[in-house]
């Protein structure tokens, strides 16, 4: 796993072992970033379910201003640590270690600066496991900035009733979907 563009470039990343966390191919995450481009410079970037920190370092590396990093596996949790620590970026990097679901029931539009781009990429299970519309629903209401927007990954087989966000795009990459969504216009 490395940074593939920007400040960064070519810099490695730890990644933990076994099936703790699901690594985005370079190739996706190259699509996935293209795509972003626009919404980066300045941004202020929500990693969920953070593993290793590839996406949110990506996307510091990529001009983004400020990211917080979510991940409960201690194992994860100190390799991301450890990629912020190796890459210099504590002073831009927020890591809240603990289970996601509590700290967003727990949180509210003031407990965190809002985002500007949430990446949400829940472990597989929790589409069949738990309701993940309440939280995609909080994320937006309280944590997304206006014009923001959140990547939501997961099974390409799996859809969920999201009627209060839209679906700006969607990409399929084998058995995974990325789908990009906003808060429906009130």
Request: aromatic content about 10%.
């Amino acid at each position: 796993m490395r940074i593939i563009a920007g400040e960064f470039r070519g810099r490695k990343l730890l990644s933990p072992r076994g099936t703790v966390t699901r690594p985005i191919t370079d190739r996706v995450k190259q699509s996935l970033f293209d795509i972003l481009a626009p919404l980066l410079r300045g941004a202020h970037v929500y990693d969920c379910f953070a593993g290793a920190g590839s996406l949110g370092l990506e996307s510091l590396s990529r001009g983004a201003a400020r990211a917080s990093f979510f991940e409960k596996d201690a194992s994860a949790l100190a390799l991301l640590r450890q990629n912020i620590a190796a890459l210099g970026l504590q002073a831009r990097a927020a890591v809240i270690g603990g289970d996601f679901f509590t700290w967003l029931n727990a949180s509210s539009s003031s407990a965190s600066p809002p985002a500007d781009l949430i990446f949400f990429d829940p472990p597989y299970r929790f589409l069949t496991t738990q309701n993940l519309v309440e939280p995609l629903s909080k994320l937006a209401r309280h944590h997304l900035r206006p014009g923001g927007a959140i990547v939501f990954r997961h099974d390409a087989k799996d859809r969920l009733p999201i009627d209060f966000l839209h679906r700006c795009d969607e990409r399929i990459y084998g058995g995974m979907m990325l789908e990009f969504l906003q808060p429906v216009p009130t």
